[in-house]
């Protein structure tokens, strides 16, 4: 019989904002800085002043993720602690659902930074 989420599992969650709008917005100001880029490099206007200039602004996204995923970070206590309590009996599994649980709580925060961090290694990389 599979078990449904309990009610201190939906609890701990309501702490974490809905925040996909967000994290659309800046991965759609990403894919606009790659366009600008390319458009940069493809003019011949890539020099070392424009490439700090997006370097600056990938930085700044970054850290806005950064501050968004602050709350799911504070949740972790409280949700490996929920997981622990409720699979006692089958500790192996319980920290299974709970880190499976916790990295689906950072997926998408992970996908917006590992987005950045490829623009940054890419301006970095290439002149």
């Not at 609890?11 to 759609?28: A, Q, T």
């Not at 606009?32 to 997006?54: P, Q």
């Not at 649980?101 to 002149?127: A, C, F, G, M, R």
Request: glycine fraction near 2%.
């Amino acid at each position: 019989m599979k078990k449904q989420p309990d009610d201190n599992i939906i609890n701990i969650l309501d702490i974490i904002p809905n925040i996909d709008r967000k994290l659309k917005e800046i991965s759609n100001k990403v894919d606009l800085i790659l366009l600008d880029i390319r458009k940069d490099k493809h003019r011949g206007n890539f020099n070392s002043e424009v490439k700090n200039n997006y370097n600056k602004k990938l930085i700044l996204l970054l850290e806005k993720v950064g501050d968004y995923s602050q709350p799911a970070f504070n949740v972790r206590c409280l949700l490996e602690n929920n997981y622990i309590n409720r699979y006692k009996n089958d500790s192996k599994k319980g920290s299974e659902l709970f880190l499976n649980h916790y990295s689906s709580i950072h997926k998408p925060y992970d996908t917006v930074k590992n987005k950045i961090w490829k623009l940054l290694n890419l301006t970095q990389n290439n002149e």
